[in-house]
């Protein structure tokens, strides 16, 4: 009996610990992640727009630790095989702090990639999308980002990005503002109609060459580790 009750106050002390997060503070998370992964895997605008959504929906969806790696995991890792290029997607996973951004120590979360970079240091504008999108693509059953291309070609260099990270966190946003007012770029929507089914649950098929940029259309995972 008494072994029943410590196990029980364990799991009520996790579930509190680990409670989802709040938006502004998954905001905050994914802002600060997708600018670390627009620099290191050089993405374009669209892509970068793209990563930050996927990002926010994957905090979001966090609630205990079963949430880390399981199915909001899968997704997010197969949403950005249809964003990055497949040289841009093998990066992705072979860097661990991009891979699994968020790990489990203490009934507490934490992410990696703090110690990598200073807090409040960015290398980019916040993502156009910044003020405007607020989580919820991943409550489709497809894929919203199938189908899609982005402008430029998803391997290029991006121009003038600094060797290190130069703006705070209010340049960034302000920064981001003032580019989606003066240029608010837009998809286009050239083959399928984006309903793929992401595959929930499921750990990525070793041994298969990642299918980044448009290229995966069937809704499998790329190569992968757990």
């Known amino acids: 009996m008494k072994k029943i009750i410590t ?14 997060m ?10 600060f992640l997708t600018d ?9 605008d669209d892509q970068y727009d793209a990563a930050y959504e996927i990002n926010l929906d994957y905090l979001m969806s966090i609630r205990t630790y079963a949430d880390l790696y399981g199915v909001y995991w899968d997704r997010r890792n197969f949403e950005l095989q249809f964003v990055l290029s497949a040289y841009q997607y093998q990066r992705f996973i072979a860097t661990e702090y991009f891979y699994r951004p968020v790990t489990w120590n203490s009934n507490t979360f934490h992410f990696g990639i703090y110690v990598h970079y200073s807090k409040n ?3 980019r504008n916040a993502p156009r999308v910044y003020d405007t999108y607020k989580g919820g693509n991943r409550q489709y059953v497809y894929s919203p980002y199938a ?3 982005y402008a430029g070609e998803p391997n290029r260099h991006v121009d003038h990005q600094p060797a290190h990270p130069n703006k705070t966190k209010s340049e960034a946003i302000k920064g981001g503002r ?6 608010s770029g837009t998809w286009r929507q050239t083959q399928g109609n984006g309903n793929v089914k992401p595959q929930g649950g499921n ?23 757990r």
């Open 203 to 225: 750990k990525p098929q070793g041994g298969n060459k990642p299918q980044g940029g448009n290229s995966n259309q069937n809704g499998t995972f790329g190569s992968g580790r």
């Open 22 to 31: 709040s938006y502004s503070k998954a905001r905050n998370q994914a802002l």
């Open 121 to 123: 240091r960015y290398f």
């Open 147 to 149: 189908g899609r291309t």
């Open 178 to 183: 003032q580019h989606q007012q003066n240029n």
């Open 36 to 44: 670390k992964m627009g620099y290191e895997l050089n993405l374009t």
């Open 7 to 20: 196990t029980l106050l364990l799991m009520m002390t996790i579930v509190v610990s680990a409670s989802a």
